[in-house]
T-cell receptor, first 112, second 114 residues
Framework: DQQVKQNSPSLSVQEGRISILNCDYT??????FLWYKKYPAEGPTFLIS?????DKNEDGRFTVFLNKSAKHLSLHIVPSQPGDSAVYFC???????????FGAGTRLTVKP | ETGVTQSPTHLIKTRGQQVTLRCSSQ?????VSWYQQALGQGPQFIFQ???????GRGNFPPRFSGLQFPNYSSELNVNALELDDSALYLC?????????????FGPGTRLLVL
């Protein structure tokens, strides 16, 4: 049962433009959402998170938006830089268990 | 302060064999979670250990088992290997079981079952 879905396997954007990565979830019990970034041969690293009591969280060039009614979240990167090229995973969890569910990932390529 | 390390980096086994994967936590971390990442998929939660006790388990059969040691390092054991067990196995350590943001992943062990 894939409770977290990232429907775009890849995304390519030009340096300086906005990158928008999308994620949908099905389980309404999820109350915490995270984005991870993964470079080849490295483990995922935490990027930004959002609690279900918020609809936006911003950290520098990275902003995560949460639409609970649509069960949808998105990660915006502005401006995109070539060093942002990586695989991005969204993940969801709830306070009652440690089972964090990940999407399949979106490979972002930022072209110079 | 050292990061999360995993050994070995790569491993080839045949169906039916048993395998042990190892993980050293980041200094000061008492919680370790294990994930399986199949090709083209996101990481899937196997289980978590907190202070040497299992503290939550995902949808994996009992042939996936684990240990956490007093120094908080951890092992993942898989018995009776199947072809579908071929995957990247990630461990992540954190300073507490609910530390989702402070969960640091190791680089993983890539297991191939023939």
């Amino acid at each position: 049962d894939q409770q977290v879905k990232q429907n775009s396997p890849s995304l390519s954007v030009q340096e300086g433009r906005i990158s928008i990565l999308n994620c949908d979830y099905t389980n309404s019990m999820f109350d915490y959402f995270l984005w991870y970034k993964k470079y080849p041969a490295e483990g995922p690293t935490f990027l930004i998170s959002i609690s279900s009591i918020k609809d936006k969280n911003e950290d520098g060039r990275f902003t995560v938006f949460l639409n609970k009614s649509a069960k949808h979240l998105s990660l915006h990167i502005v401006p995109s830089q070539p060093g942002d090229s990586a695989v991005y995973f969204c993940a969801a969890s709830n306070d009652n268990n440690n089972d964090m569910r990940f999407g399949a990932g979106t490979r972002l390529t930022v072209k110079p | 302060e050292t990061g999360v390390t995993q050994s070995p980096t790569h491993l080839i086994k045949t169906r039916g064999q048993q395998v042990t994967l190892r993980c050293s936590s980041q200094s000061g971390h008492n919680t370790v979670s294990w994930y399986q990442q199949a090709l083209g998929q996101g990481p899937q939660f196997i289980f978590q250990y907190y202070r040497e006790e299992e503290n939550g388990r995902g949808n994996f059969p009992p042939r996936f088992s684990g240990l956490q040691f007093p120094n908080y390092s951890s092992e993942l054991n898989v018995n009776a290997l199947e072809l579908d067990d071929s995957a990247l196995y990630l461990c992540a350590s954190s300073s507490n079981p609910g530390g989702r943001e402070t969960q640091y992943f190791g680089p993983g062990t890539r297991l191939l079952v023939l």
